[in-house]
């Protein structure tokens, strides 16, 4: 009798047990174990026991601490209505942010919530915000907000931080200071978040205020106005800030501190930083650096320029997961090694599983690479042998290759066949295709689909414009740079920047603020004498002034527009970097536009006559010139080759077509010629036999056939 007394009151302290287990594996997400007991639970018919013993309760929890959604969700629905508490509610809800793949899951989660008459707290309101955070939904956060006064809530510490922070991302600064100054009581983070939002949007000037009022500063707070510093060319600054934060206040850097300071300087392109903080990471970790500071130096010196100090870097990585391999893949296909990008990729599937971005940085560099057929196979095989659904930003990468290579009804058939629509990404990059190429009615086409999207980005726009110009068609040329005008839409101006020293120098075109301007400007009159006696032409071909007809025009007109390509920001900041560092030393420049093609000729034939390695990040790629050849292989500069010119008698911009175009194309050019009738031949030979420009050509011809080493070729250049 006492026997089964022990046995009756065992069973009956079981559910008692199992939901403390249960929640102890909830505690350290010990979800390996908490599933052993979830069958114990179902073979032992426990499982189905009372809803008063809440088990049921107790596993959704582990579930959902464990970020397993999908049974979370299940075992939360088969709890009865009348054995729900808060608790379980904001679980599943916090779970579905923080773990769920699609946010709408978590904004109908919430939504049901309120249609069940939940009373929410601070915790569930927080995983809104963070929630709204993610997605940028300023109108769902505004919504929440709202709950948050009717329910008393609005005064809370980590509430009023969580509306701060979305505020932050959402770039509303002024949002941010109200909900700070309504605060009762603030803390490290209240200040810290506020600090994130006038750096990022206001500058670096109003945060130092900020960052000077707070009352107590913790690691967040410094590294946020250090890379701030950092990120916005402020290098001093940032440097001083930072000796501050480590010799005075002896706060140590963490990873993640030091991953920070790492990203402003990819940013910003200040790699006498980056090198900095490589030091002190490899004093205070050693070969052993943790992972996200060895990604973020792989980045760093990816975006910086010296790419082979980053796969170095990379290579003695103690560990690599996919967002290394990801930075390493993205920075190799920004500098054009596509081939290098596909023979190492192999060894990343032996080490990590490639995701989305690893595809979108294999097709970037198939793209920069004019790999078309390696491109197209792993497009074709992401999901049949990947198991990656293609999505826009795969598709875009794609359009570009085909595009690149000269497929354009092969791109536009990829387009319609998309599964969604086409975004500005994708149209854009077939705009830009229609004007290397020449398919001047495709272009017109996509531009009205792209002013649909965006009726004030000028890169569009211009684009078509040059296109209208390489076709003769000055007046329709003209009449789209007055219709920007007159809407007050202004392209956005060039601006090349260079390190020197701890210092950043900027320069726009035709600049004279800077100190050296005397000095800058006498090198570079002294740069183009010797361009010209090394064959360059200036290729004035986009060059438009206002009242420009398009055509010849008098020497004057064309003189201006040399003169105008000369003073182009690119070139101001090579020549200060040849005057300012010493002979041999690489030169490292930022431009946020794209590199035009006249200083990309240019450049070339200024990295063989000055010795110099000179690499310039533009907004999509790197270019780095070294003995008179490009990176990209002159494949991004790629033209049309068509007799265009040769009909208008082989003025100027015919000249242009040729040096674009390198000898081959001229070679081919005067081939054409011996098969023309008699009036084009005249207009040809008017070219051909123009002593000035023939030798021009030859020198430039030379240089050429050097550099390839032809010599078979040398021979045909006085003909």
């Keep these: 009798m006492k026997c089964s007394t022990i046995n009756f009151t065992t069973l009956q302290s079981l559910p008692a047990h199992f939901r403390s287990l249960l929640r102890s594996c909830a505690r350290n997400s010990s979800l390996s174990t ?47 209505r009348s054995h729900k508490d808060v608790a379980d509610w904001t679980t ?67 509430v009023c931080n969580a509306v701060m922070n979305m505020y932050v991302k959402c770039g509303l600064v002024e949002e941010v200071r109200r909900v700070f100054c309504e605060m009762n009581e603030r803390n490290v983070v209240s200040w810290s978040t506020l600090l994130e939002g006038v750096v990022k949007w206001e500058g670096v000037e109003n945060g130092r205020v900020v960052f000077d009022e707070m009352p107590e500063r913790n690691e967040v707070g410094w590294t946020i106005m250090i890379a701030g510093y950092v990120g916005n060319g402020f290098s001093r600054e940032g440097f001083l800030l930072l000796d ?17 300071i790492l990203s402003a300087c990819a940013q ?42 980053a796969f170095k870097v990379f290579k003695y990585l103690p560990k690599r997961n996919v967002v290394a391999w990801n930075a390493m893949l993205g920075g190799l296909a920004m500098h054009g090694r596509g081939k290098f990008v596909l023979d190492i990729f192999p060894k990343m599937i032996e080490e990590a599983k490639p995701d989305d971005l690893t595809f979108m940085a294999v097709l970037s560099a198939c793209s920069h690479s004019g790999l078309v057929d390696q491109g197209y196979h792993y497009f074709r095989s992401l999901e049949s042998e990947y198991g990656t659904t293609p999505k826009i930003e795969h598709y875009a990468c794609m359009v570009d290759i085909l595009g690149r290579a000269g497929h354009l009804e092969e791109a536009v058939m990829l387009i319609k066949k998309m599964p969604m629509c086409p975004n500005e990404v994708v149209l854009g990059s077939l705009l830009g295709s229609c004007n290397a190429h020449g398919k001047l009615q495709l272009g017109e086409r996509i531009l009205q689909e792209l002013i649909q999207m965006d009726r004030h980005n000028t890169e569009y726009h211009v684009l078509l414009s040059n296109m209208y110009v390489l076709e003769g068609k000055q ?91 000369f003073l182009h920001s690119e070139k101001l900041a090579v020549c200060f970097g040849l005057i300012s560092t010493k002979p041999g030393a690489p030169l490292y420049i930022f431009k946020n536009l794209r590199i035009c093609q006249d200083c990309h000729s240019a450049i070339k034939i200024v990295s063989k006559i000055y010795n110099r390695e000179i690499v310039i990040r533009d907004r ?20 049309r080759t ?37 009036e084009l031949k005249r207009k040809r030979r008017r070219f051909f036999h123009n002593a000035a420009h023939l030798d021009s050509l030859k020198a430039f011809s030379f240089t050429l056939f050097a550099e390839w080493g032809d010599k078979s070729q040398i021979s045909t250049i006085g003909y």
């Excluded at 309760?57 to 601490?65: E, I, K, R, T, V």
């Excluded at 205070?284 to 992972?291: L, W, Y």
């Excluded at 009242?547 to 003189?559: A, L, Q, V």
């Excluded at 040769?646 to 010629?673: A, H, M, Q, Y």
């Design 34 to 80: 908490g599933k052993k007991l979830h069958a114990v639970m179902l073979t032992s018919g426990l499982a189905s026991s009372s809803p008063n013993t809440f088990l049921l309760n107790a596993l959704h929890h582990l579930y959902a601490s464990c970020g397993v959604t999908s049974s979370a969700r299940h075992l939360f629905y088969q709890i009865p």
């Design 92 to 158: 599943l809800l916090t779970s579905l942010v923080q773990h769920g793949t699609k946010p709408s899951e978590g904004f109908c989660f919430f939504k049901e919530m309120r249609k069940e008459g939940v009373v929410l707290d601070d915790v569930a309101m927080i995983s809104v915000f963070v929630l709204c955070t993610r997605v940028e939904d300023l109108g769902m956060g505004r919504q929440a907000q709202g709950c948050l006064v009717k329910m008393g809530l609005g005064l809370g510490v980590k």
């Design 244 to 260: 501050e934060m480590v010799l005075r206040f002896r706060l140590g850097l963490n990873f993640v501190t030091l991953s920070s």
């Design 268 to 309: 910003s392109g200040d790699v006498l930083m980056g090198r900095w903080v490589h030091v002190y990471a490899l004093k205070g970790m050693g070969r052993e650096m943790h992972i996200m500071v060895g990604t973020a130096l792989v980045d760093m010196y990816a975006k910086c320029g010296p790419i082979d100090m």
């Design 475 to 565: 007046d329709k040329a003209n009449s789209l740079r007055q219709i920007l005008k007159s809407k007050g839409i202004r392209k956005v101006p060039g601006v090349s920047s260079i390190y020197v020293g701890r210092n950043i120098h900027q320069f726009s075109a035709g600049d004279k603020s800077h100190p050296l301007t005397k000095e800058i400007y006498h090198a570079l009159n002294n740069m183009i004498q010797r361009l010209r006696l090394a064959g360059y032409v200036p290729n004035t071909t986009n060059q438009v002034f206002p009242g420009s007809d398009g055509r010849e025009g008098s020497s004057e007109e064309m003189e201006e527009k040399e003169q105008a390509l």
């Design 620 to 639: 999509n790629r790197f270019h780095c010139f070294k003995y008179g050849s490009c990176s990209c292989s002159d494949y991004w500069t790629h033209q």
């Design 642 to 678: 068509t007799l265009l010119f040769l009909e208008s008698g082989f003025d100027r911009r015919g000249r242009d077509l040729i040096t674009k175009g390198r000898l081959k194309n001229w070679l081919k050019l005067k081939e054409s010629c011996l098969q023309a009738d008699d």
